[in-house]
């Protein structure tokens, strides 16, 4: 089955600066990868996602790239702000499969 | 719209004891999940729904743990002879299934066992 690991565990940034997650898979035929963001306390809520026929999709100042030869994505928030403070989860799902793997999450503190 | 519903939003139970959780899904979500998710931890997969069948039961942590949807709309999750490594939260979500990938999550059943 597949298999999503994600690094770091935990980070901190300064206010304004970014911050990068990384994400690798080990299924081949994932095709669609998913990005959801948790606060504390409430549900996941997507916040981007990218799927196997693009490198690179950008929305105001959350980006994701995708390297499918290396089989791993990442996400990167820029001019990172106190709200963006939460645990962040990756995701991959097999083409044809409703299955979602979630990694263990990325826990992002914005010091401000 | 309405999102996903669960019920109850909270449930302490004493060890030993049978639960019985409840999710709603977005109306015309033909694709369900359930994961559990202890504190400080990441989501754990149990079960997905396409339609009323589950496809893929292999999440569920022992026999202890079934759940059934109906009418391709509300599922149950049950728990039985509750043991205090269950304490955790249990989230559903549903999607469009082949039309649409995006989980919208319930807001979860915070499940005690004493």
């Known amino acids: 089955g597949e298999n999503v690991e994600q690094h770091p565990s935990t980070l901190s940034v300064q206010e304004g600066d970014s911050a990068v997650i990384k994400c690798t898979y080990s299924?081949?035929?994932?095709?669609?990868f998913p990005w959801y963001k948790q606060e504390l306390g409430k549900r996941p809520q997507l916040i981007i996602d990218?799927?196997?026929?693009?490198g690179e999709k950008k929305d105001q100042r959350i980006a994701v790239t995708l390297n499918k030869t290396a089989k791993h994505f990442s996400l990167h928030i820029t001019e990172t702000q106190p709200e963006d403070s939460a645990v962040y989860f990756c995701?991959?799902?097999?083409?044809?499969?409703?299955?979602?793997?979630f990694g263990t999450g990325t826990k992002l503190q914005v010091i401000p | 719209g309405a999102g996903v519903s669960q019920s109850p939003s909270n449930k302490v139970t004493e060890k030993g004891k049978d639960v019985e959780l409840r999710c709603d899904p977005i109306?015309?979500?033909?694709?369900l999940y359930w994961y559990r998710q202890r504190l400080g931890q990441g989501l754990e997969f149990l079960i997905y729904?396409?339609?009323?069948?589950?496809?893929?039961k292999s999440g569920l942590p022992s026999d202890r743990f079934s759940a059934e949807r109906t009418g391709e709309s509300v599922s149950t999750l049950t728990i039985q002879r509750t043991q205090q490594e269950d304490s955790a939260v249990y989230l559903c979500?549903?999607?469009?299934?082949?039309?649409?990938?995006?989980?919208?999550f319930g807001p979860g059943t915070r499940l005690t066992v004493t």
């Open positions: 979500a549903s999607s469009l299934g082949n039309r649409g990938y995006e989980q919208y």
């Open positions: 299924d081949s035929a994932s095709n669609y």
């Open positions: 990218i799927r196997s026929n693009v």
């Open positions: 995701a991959a799902r097999r083409g044809g499969y409703q299955k979602v793997t």
């Open positions: 109306s015309g979500h033909t694709a």
């Open positions: 729904f396409q339609g009323n069948s589950a496809p893929d």
